[in-house]
């Protein structure tokens, strides 16, 4: 019913009834829906305010209605599902933790009648919920909303399906979202099958492994014959492999403070069942050779790719792996010859800078925030912003500072540190040319062709669930 309830504090109710939660029968509930807000108060002959709980409407991911097989209760329930920001008691960290709130409606004899009206209230809860979503130019999927989830097995320390089975499933389940369980066997795999799939069978394409899977994704996507509608599919990110950059990515752009590890996997399963979707630029690469690979993440030459690939013998330490093989090649640190050209964000089309020939420590292009789940190498990146965030560190830097460099960029302060050797640049297209005959470049984290390069930004080509 519309009318104002004594337990929301003077809030405008929308809707308002009394019901026993569904695991305590002898309680009774002041439950109200404001445009904004899902209040329960416990009825006693002296309300308290330590007996009334509040939870926003945009912490929720779903709400149902249903009967339960014992025939002869004839109540319905409705269950809502939110997943708001608290602190645990051993950390000050703020991370989304799950809570339900479940009630039995028995107030007529007629079961289905009690149905009805918890159906009511599920359908308003999951109405202002969506209604209280932030889309600037976002937009919400549809619903109801499929999904195809690729995992793989192998990734990190090789715990993707089981946290995907733990963390992901039941969200997914409460949130109503349908999803096929794609588990990828090979190197590739996922490549081939968006390349040849029915893309209309499902409503976003998701991602649960390093962020080589999603490089995969994206250029099989480009590969069809349709690829300008195929890469409109929204896509999904959920952190299963060691590096997980673009996951802590999408995390930082909600706005929510740091998180890692199964805290970050439940923030990405949020912002997915929430199914906000952005705009992403993707970055075409272009070798000598004729080949054109894209890119969601990152280009790079030098000590971030040489520790990028030399890791991987730590993978088993998850993403641990990267500061082993940062001190193993800081012990051993090389030096790169090459040429760098680069046109920045703001200015004329043809204004191209030209870094002088030198020796350089390290080439690094970004277009999101993170380099890895605990390294925010460019905090004033976004999603579509257009910009290539191009760093590249001189020959004559310490050791000492190398690291404390890596060191600030944990915290995304590191362009702030006084470092003559680090030079950045907000640009849209860079030309490499590397010189010295031995090197690696890789594209997302994946080894490409060695030798000279352009690179240029597609604003807004993808499309990505996010915060």
Known sequence: MDRRSPYADSKEVTLYGEFTPSNNLKVRCAVSLTEREFIVQRLTSAPARSSKVVLSLRDCVGCRAYRKEDKADPAGYFAAYFYPLKRRRVSSRLSRQRVEQCFRLSALQDPHANLEEAEKWARAVRERSARQQQHGDGV?????????????????????????????????NEAGVTHTLFITERQNHARELVKGADLSQWDALVIMSGDGLLYEVINGLLERSDWEEAIRTPLGILPGGSGNALAASVHYYSRASAVFGEDLLVSCGFLLCRGLVFPMDLVSVRFPSGQRLFSFLSLAWGF??????????????????????TLVRLACLHVYRGKLEYLPAAGPPDDWVVVQEQDFVLMLAMYQSHLAEDLLAAPDSSLSDAVIHLFYVTAGISRAALLRLFRAMEKGTHLAAPCQHLVHARVRALRLEPLSPKGIITVDGEVVEYGPLQAEVHPGLARMISG
């Open 140 to 172: 919400l999927l549809s619903r109801p909303c499929r999904m195809l989830l690729l995992v793989n097995p192998q990734s990190g320390k090789g715990q993707a399906l089981t946290l995907f089975n733990s963390q992901v499933k039941q969200m997914l």
């Open 304 to 325: 971030v790719a040489d520790v990028d690939v030399e890791s991987e013998k730590y993978r088993h330490f998850g993403a641990a792996r990267f500061t082993i093989g």
